[in-house]
């Protein structure tokens, strides 16, 4: 029998393999601050654990890893237009349940959408990988802290204020937005407008 901290060890050691540094300290805060939100949440620590400490994992895996697997596994075509950006979650989902071993699909779908979020609909553990990608405590930008309390408060209210925010940088910057990002933040601003 394997415990759960020895099973959590064991792919920590793999995510470590795979990453620089600072990319995987970031995803040791993003599990703690899983845990946290799950707590608060009253959801499953544990799947919270492994699904922070897992959610970057592809993250510095180069582009022909992407457009390998992409094929393999008979993923949308269109993902080829994208980037790293968007293929770490929704393809290197695949790659954490292929070279990870693991099953578990509520913790593959939190991956696949921790980076675009997803609508009303998406999963609470799928929202709390979202926001302490968002909120750990290595991240400094502006606003952080109100994004921590709001968060804190209400779980839904805090991804509605990431999609708000991500949105407007990517599109201050110029940047391409992938159209389930744009879909994400229509479904959350209808839910929480009046109008
Ligand atoms: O992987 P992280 O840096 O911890 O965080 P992330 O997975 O949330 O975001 C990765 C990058 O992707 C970040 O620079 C913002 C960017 N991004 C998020 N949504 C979109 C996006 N980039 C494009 N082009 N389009 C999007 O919709
Ligand atoms: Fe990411
Ligand atoms: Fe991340």
């Keep these: ?30 599990k703690d601050y899983a845990i946290k939100l799950a707590k608060e949440n009253h959801l499953d620590e544990e799947q919270a654990a492994l699904a922070g400490l897992v959610h970057d994992y592809a993250k510095e895996r180069p582009a022909e890893d992407f457009l390998k697997v992409i094929d393999q596994f008979d993923l949308d075509p269109d993902l080829k237009n994208w980037n790293r950006s968007i293929w770490h979650g929704v393809v290197g989902a695949v790659m954490i349940r292929e070279e990870l071993g693991i099953n578990d699909p509520a913790i593959l779908d939190a991956v696949v959408n921790h980076t675009t979020g997803d609508g009303v609909a998406m999963s609470p553990l799928a929202k709390v990988v979202f926001m302490a ?33 991500t949105l407007a940088f990517l599109a201050d910057q110029g940047n391409p937005i992938y159209p389930k990002t744009v879909a994400s933040y229509n ?5 929480f407008s009046s109008k």
């Design 1 to 30: 029998m394997t415990t759960f901290a020895e099973e959590l060890k064991t792919i920590e050691e793999k995510v470590k393999a795979h990453l620089s540094d600072g990319r995987f300290q970031h995803c040791l805060r993003v």
């Design 187 to 191: 479904e959350w601003a209808r839910h």
């Design 133 to 165: 990608d968002y909120l750990e405590t290595g991240r400094t930008f502006p606003g952080v802290e109100e994004a921590r309390k709001i968060t804190d408060q209400s779980l839904d209210a805090g991804v509605f204020y990431q999609l708000k925010h």
